[in-house]
């Protein structure tokens, strides 16, 4: 269902939404949903929710309600772009566990430590250096591809060398979706049980991927438009409602390595969908044997690219307020959701500047 998701909300927000350049797929702030409806109700009505969850997000961008992405305060965005770096690197310190005979996972040590840590610098490398000498290839695509040939020619020299794979994971092959509407009863009773998910998984992708269309405007120095946004990724969970995806929303990390490839249209983004599909159908058995080292590799990349060192420097340099924020926002982030840290970041942003300005209030009276 991840791999469905990821191709059609790829496609779909690409080809009619209102940033170029942005890719989406399914996410982690919305999966974390998603599992407890389906563990207490099943796929189907995970489905029928993606179905309204979709229906909601359009109505916001036909409302024109995304332009108030704005009004979040900068210390919130800086709050949320540095917690989502932190969220994923931590994210990539799971690859470096091992389960051992007794069952429990083991911290990788001795020589497959030594092969990861020399092909996640060697991949860190390539993608640093080589858009200094030419851009006309992804950096990131030149080191998976010089990194899993390496690897391969290893292993074929000595066989002890072996370094997890993305196959060692888990398989991707699979076939096309084919369309379904969801085995879900149509009675008040279940609407109200998918009414609230489909509520928050709207409020949840709407605000990561308007944040995220935020943070391409600033790269890019351009504007986007988040009604269009909003339309596109309803439309992109609607398709995924149909087709047994499990829904989505813009994906900070993939956006990031497209926009910093020098992906900003919407070929880049129609282009990642059709390829994972391609991969999926024809060649997922060339994409298991890219190590996960160099994947881990690309994504330290992304956190060096996401994380806002500039930030450092402001402190003591900016109100005291400002900077608890952001670091509210970030903690929380990490800590549990994306949209709990938005929402708390920006209910203190007002009782802050509520207070501040109560302190300056005052009354006179003529006699």
Not at 129 to 147: H, M, Q
Not at 179 to 189: K, Q, R, S
Not at 235 to 259: D, E, K, P, R, Y
Not at 352 to 364: C, D, I, K, P, S
């Amino acid at each position: 269902m991840g791999l469905y998701a990821a191709f059609l909300m790829a496609f779909i927000t690409a080809a009619i939404g209102g940033r170029p350049g942005m890719i989406s797929g399914a996410t982690g702030a919305t999966a974390v949903v998603m599992v407890a409806l389906v563990a207490s109700h099943g796929v189907q009505y995970l489905l029928a929710a993606l179905l309204l969850m979709g229906v909601i997000q359009i109505l916001v961008g036909a409302l024109k309600l995304g332009k108030y992405i704005r009004i979040v305060p900068y210390p919130v965005f800086l709050g949320f772009v540095n917690g989502l770096a932190i969220v994923i690197f931590l994210a990539q310190l799971d690859h470096f566990k091992v389960k051992g005979a007794d069952g429990a996972l083991h911290w990788v040590v001795g020589t497959p430590l030594m092969v990861m840590l020399g092909l996640i610098i060697l991949t860190m490398a390539i993608a640093h250096f080589l858009p200094k000498l030419t851009r006309a290839v992804p950096s990131a695509l030149v080191a998976i591809v010089v990194t899993s040939l390496l690897a391969i020619g290893l292993v074929a020299l000595f066989p002890d060398l072996h370094t997890k794979t993305v196959g060692d994971i888990s398989s991707i092959a699979g076939g096309l979706p084919s369309f379904h509407i969801p085995d879900f009863p149509l009675t008040w009773a279940a609407f109200m049980i998918v009414l609230p998910y489909s509520v928050v998984l709207a409020g949840v992708g709407l605000i990561e991927s308007l944040l995220s269309l935020q943070l391409v405007d600033d790269v890019t120095e351009t504007r986007g438009q988040p009604n269009r946004e909003c339309v596109a990724q309803g439309a992109g969970n609607i398709a995924c409602g149909f087709l047994g995806g499990m829904g989505g929303c813009a994906m900070v990390g993939q956006t990031i390595i497209n926009v910093e490839s020098g992906g900003r249209g919407r070929l880049s983004g129609m282009a990642a969908g059709g390829f994972l599909l391609l991969f999926i159908l024809f060649l997922a058995p060339w994409i298991e044997l890219i190590p996960l080292a160099t994947l881990i590799g690309i994504m330290f990349m992304v956190v060096i690219g996401t994380f806002e060192w500039g930030s450092l420097r402001l402190f003591g340099k900016v109100p005291r307020q400002d900077i608890f924020v952001g670091l509210l926002v970030a903690g929380v982030t990490v800590l549990t959701d994306l949209a709990v840290a938005v929402i708390s970041g920006v209910i203190v942003s007002a009782l802050v500047f509520a207070w501040n300005h109560a302190r300056e209030l005052r009354v006179t009276r003529a006699v």
